[in-house]
């Protein structure tokens, strides 16, 4: 349209119409050249952009590393260690949240009340234990300890864990 041409039928635009007003034609090259340079440095910037850490993952070597502690952990602590084995490959961290979703999903744990995460039977039998805690405002919760034999299961599992994250 600033060089005079209608783009629905690639016709010139007629001279008395409005399009062809020297003020609107120069209105109308600014924008183009403005949306021009937003393009090329969108372009630019998405080509140079670094990218940040892709999804969690771990190599079979690296789960072959991972050693259970010799104390019973909380999961945030488990997945700490798995964190620190998988670190070199840059990736995003494998949160605490995401393996109690998966112990859930399998019914190692089970939600009692609706809000709180417990062991279920098979959880206890794996050793997984399931403690009540008072906060400091007095309120009760449900603190999970996991085993040796608890983490080792959750590191010998991880690639399920993975397919579950995938799943969701």
């Given at each position: 349209?600033a060089?005079?041409i ?10 008395q ?5 020297v003020?609107?034609?120069?209105c ?13 440095n969108?372009?630019a ?5 670094k ?15 991972l050693?259970?502690s ?5 999961i945030?602590?488990i997945a700490?260690?798995?964190?620190v084995v ?11 949240s995401?393996?109690n ?5 399998t ?30 405002d007095g309120r ?10 608890a983490?080792q ?8 864990i ?7």
């Open positions: 349209m060089n005079g209608n783009p629905l039928n690639q016709q010139p635009i007629a001279e119409d409005l399009l062809n007003n003020h609107i034609s120069r109308l090259f600014f924008v183009s050249d403005v949306l021009q340079s937003v393009i090329e969108t372009t910037k998405s080509s140079k952009r990218r940040g850490p892709g999804l969690f993952y771990i190599t079979d070597e690296q789960i072959k590393a050693q259970p010799e104390h019973d952990l909380l945030s602590h700490d260690i798995i964190n998988a670190e070199e490959n840059q990736c995003k961290r494998i949160s605490a995401l393996i979703q998966w112990l859930l999903h019914g190692l744990l089970e939600l009692k009340e609706e809000r709180f995460k417990v062991a279920s039977l098979q959880g206890t039998q794996l050793g997984i234990r399931s403690t009540i805690q008072t906060a400091l009760e919760y449900y603190r999970n300890i996991f085993s040796p034999a983490q299961f959750i590191f010998d599992n991880l690639p399920a993975l397919v579950f994250r995938d799943m969701e």
